[in-house]
Structure formats: C-alpha cells, structure tokens
C-alpha cells in the first residue's frame, strides 16, 4: 500500500519593489487563475528560468 506523506515545500520569505502597472496586471492575471498572487508569481518565475536560453548559446 502507497503511503501519503504530505510535505510543505520549504520557501523564503522576501520582498520586492514592482511597477504599480504591472503589479495590477499580476493581480488581475491570478485572480483570473484563481491562484493567489503568489503562487501566480512562483509560476511565472518557473517558466521563465525554464525558457531562459543557457549560458552556452
């Protein structure tokens, strides 16, 4: 039998300076996904560094 070990990903409290025009189009953006600013955010972050070419191009 699968056990389930629920776990909370470990994360960094920071903060950050954001354009007031773009901080709006993050919240409409989130509240159009549903998803909290933050994790909206997170998301945005991991696809980006995803699609990032690399260094070696």
Not at 12 to 41: C, G, H, Y
């Amino acid at each position: 039998m699968t056990v389930f070990n629920p776990k909370k990903p470990e994360k960094e409290v920071i903060s950050m300076r954001i354009p007031k025009d773009i901080l709006e189009i993050l919240d409409q953006k989130s509240a159009q996904a549903d998803i909290s600013r933050n994790e909206f955010i997170n998301q945005c972050i991991l696809f980006a560094l995803a699609h990032m070419e690399s260094d070696e191009n």
